[in-house]
């Protein structure tokens, strides 16, 4: 008799004596070891002994990691930054149509600005009640230690008074040629678009459409039929996706954002290799001059999971990001998707616009991990470039460092809290 416990291992009930013993972890797992509470991965399996750091441990001397994460510090995608102008117009609207919650929000008026966090939870999932008048520290451990991922709409106060006012979506520049997208600034676009999932595209956007939302490409508009492209308060474009007919309860899931990078192959080793991502599917569109690469933060569970879900792909070999797939289509954990314009990484002169100049509107993503003064120590030795290190400025338990697109990212340790130096809790 065996009952799952946590991703990666099950418990083994012993019918004759009860006796209770740990199945054998899998390669790849995230482990903690219970002598010093450090963090590593799984790198061999005998089935009774792991093989961490070099160093063999027997199975009773490690124990799962309390919270979901991947790779060397044990990473979880956990945020999507965008500047917005009105949070009272901006966050009913992901609430009314896309089910989202909001599950913290943090003030700052010594800076002058508030982020708010948003979240579309499974059905059932209990999240600590948050209103637009109150949050607490509950919300804020709920949001530092959560398996899921957000988007984090940052208001910069006074800006909803403004009516010059207009965040940049990420998808108007030089190199979008002639058309309604071309704008003299910036020279190139960066930040594309976040994405929901869901069963059927089309009752969805007549759904949204009865609703009042506008639409930027509706379903059959263009020669890529069947995905849509919505628009939310700001003009960011929200594209809409068709998954996999799975019975999920949850109308939406939020599924992907997509950033532009200069160079393909460079950005996803980045990315995996620091980050602990998975690059789960890659398309070549060589016809049309460019690729794209889902990655995805999951623990092998996750995706031994989702690869017994693919209609389209058996797995049999294991996963290859190369042969078609649908695990984006089956998949709850948000992707990063990299749109790679072939020939960028050619030219010295190409740059991604981050969002952070001007003009602005996406600003970063952002990874919790369990160390992060370790984690950061660890990154810096391996070249990564840090626009923040953890003891730098007025705020503590997080960093930002740099993708190799020059993008933001932002590191939250999980033990992280802004209480003491927010006004609202």
């Not at 990078?261 to 602990?276: C, I, M, N, Q, R």
């Not at 802004?418 to 006004?423: D, H, I, K, P, V």
Request: glycine residues 10%; contains cysteine; aromatic residues 12%.
């Amino acid at each position: 008799l065996f009952r799952s416990i946590f991703p990666g291992a099950v418990e083994i009930l012993c019918c004759a004596c009860g006796v209770r013993a740990m199945a054998s972890y899998r390669v790849g797992d995230n482990v903690q070891i219970k002598a010093t509470g450090s963090t590593a991965t799984v790198t061999q399996s005998t089935g009774h002994s792991v093989k961490l750091q070099g160093t063999w441990f027997h199975n009773d001397e490690v124990e799962p990691n309390k919270f979901m994460g991947s790779g060397p510090y044990h990473a979880r995608l956990q945020q999507t930054m965008l500047r917005i102008k009105d949070p009272k117009v901006s966050v009913p609207f992901y609430e009314k149509n896309f089910g989202m919650k909001l599950i913290h929000w943090i003030d700052f008026p010594q800076w002058k600005f508030t982020v708010y966090f948003l979240e579309r939870p499974r059905e059932g999932q209990v999240v600590p009640p948050c209103t637009m008048d109150k949050t607490t520290k509950e919300n804020e451990l709920y949001l530092n230690t959560m398996a899921g991922s957000t988007i984090e709409l940052t208001h910069n106060h006074g800006t909803e008074k403004d009516d010059s006012f207009k965040v940049w979506n990420g998808n108007t520049g030089k190199d979008a040629g002639e058309g309604p997208n071309y704008a003299e600034e910036p020279a190139a676009r960066g930040f594309g678009h976040i994405a929901f999932n869901c069963d059927d595209v089309y009752a969805a956007c007549d759904l949204l459409e009865k609703n009042g939302v506008k639409f930027q490409k509706k379903p059959d508009d263009g020669r890529m039929k069947g995905l849509a492209f919505a628009l939310d308060p700001d003009g960011y474009w929200i594209e809409i996706v068709r998954r996999e007919k799975l019975g999920w309860p949850e109308y939406f899931n939020l599924s992907q954002t997509m950033l532009r990078v200069k160079d393909g192959p460079a950005s996803v080793e980045f990315y995996t290799k620091h980050l602990g991502m998975t690059c789960i599917r890659r398309m070549d569109m060589n016809k049309f001059g460019f690729s794209l690469f889902f990655l995805v933060s999951a623990t092998p569970a996750e995706l031994e999971e989702a690869m017994k879900l693919d209609p389209e792909n058996k797995h049999s070999g294991g996963l290859n990001p190369g042969v078609p797939n649908s695990l984006t289509k089956v998949l709850w954990n948000t992707c990063l998707e990299l749109t790679w314009n072939h020939g960028t990484e050619k030219d010295p002169n190409f740059k991604v616009h981050d969002g952070n100049a001007q003009p602005q509107g996406f600003g970063h993503i952002g990874f919790l991990v369990d160390d992060l003064e370790a984690s950061c120590a660890k990154m810096e030795a391996d070249g990564v470039v840090f626009k923040k290190k953890p003891q730098d400025g007025n705020m503590r338990g997080i960093a930002f460092v740099y993708d190799p697109n020059g993008y933001w990212i932002e590191l939250i340790d999980r033990k992280a809290t802004f209480s003491g130096t927010c006004a609202n809790y």
